[in-house]
């Protein structure tokens, strides 16, 4: 298995059938190359949700093929022109990478619930999701707050453009903030308990998991009291993704990141781990020349 799923470079070869782009192009591939073009979803552009079920970038199954599909960790790949996205060149071009997943997986909740200006956004968890939650949401004019158990993350949110922040292992902080927001992103990837959260929501409000969690209890009166709901989002389709892109290009939005040499890339697993990182290790896959010609 070869991973890698949030990619972007420049393309050094087209195929005949090719219109889009030309040879020299920046260009991104993020979590998907392919789906069954013909249902519902993929008719609707939400390729994400085909019901055939879409190919992913990597560990999937070529739908013509049947043979595997290798990702970015990489020096090359070739995509169907239909899965490839335009990369702003006003951007850096290696921080430019996670928004093919993080980026994409909070904006397409933002826009299909039409969060903007006047809306007040939590976003749950300070991490590579969560950190572009927070920028998103304030760049769509959302008042942002993040709710982390980390005092020490606070200082960081308000870097990252969030106007409030809430402790939410204080009760007194949780108490203070019910009946505060209108959308909640949760991005806890860990079994948590959602009902102290949904206790923050306005009537109508709406807590949308992105995180990949396992099934957490909900208290029936804290969504029927309040007629709040409870919702998943998955990553977004390709002209979604591709809007997500023009609109960090207006915006001037990246992910933050650290590049590292694909030898380092165990020593950063290792950081990631822990926490110790901010917010994404990127690879520069020119480092897999070096590490093929030096393997010691």
């Not at 909640?184 to 009902?195: A, G, M």
């Not at 807590?207 to 309040?226: C, E, F, N, R, T």
């Not at 896959?285 to 010691?296: G, R, V």
């Amino acid at each position: 298995m070869v991973p890698g799923h949030e990619i972007v470079g420049r393309v050094t070869a087209v195929g005949e059938g090719v219109s889009r782009f030309q040879v020299g192009d920046l260009a991104g591939v993020g979590v998907m190359i392919d789906s069954c073009q013909h249902c519902e979803s993929c008719a609707e552009g939400l390729e994400q949700y085909c019901e055939n079920g879409h190919t992913t970038t990597y560990n999937s199954r070529e739908k013509d093929t049947g043979n595997l599909t290798f990702g970015g960790y990489s020096t090359s790949i070739v995509v169907t022109e239909k899965f490839v996205l335009r990369v702003p060149g006003s951007l850096a071009l290696e921080a430019v990478a996670p928004l093919l997943c993080a980026g994409i997986t909070m904006y397409s909740p933002l826009k299909h619930w039409k969060i903007g200006k006047g809306h007040r956004v939590a976003v749950v968890g300070l991490g590579g999701l969560g950190h572009m939650g927070i920028k998103l949401a304030a760049a769509l004019g959302a008042e942002v707050t993040l709710f982390t158990t980390s005092q020490s993350k606070a200082a960081d949110a308000l870097r990252l453009g969030a106007h409030h922040v809430v402790i939410s292992s204080e009760p007194d902080a949780m108490k203070a903030a019910r009946g505060s927001f209108d959308f909640i992103l949760s991005t806890v990837p860990t079994k948590h308990d959602l009902n102290p959260y949904l206790r923050t929501l306005k009537r109508d409000g709406q807590l949308i998991i992105v995180g990949a969690i396992d099934p957490v209890g909900v208290h029936g009166g804290m969504l029927i009291s309040h007629r709040r709901s409870v919702a998943g989002s998955n990553i977004g389709g390709v002209a979604e993704t591709q809007e997500m892109l023009d609109f960090c290009g207006e915006h001037g939005i990246v992910a933050d990141i650290e590049l590292i040499n694909i030898q380092d890339i165990n020593t950063a697993y290792e950081r990631m781990v822990k926490n110790d990182v901010k917010y994404r290790f990127v690879i520069d896959m020119a480092s897999l020349s070096t590490a093929e010609t030096n393997p010691d």
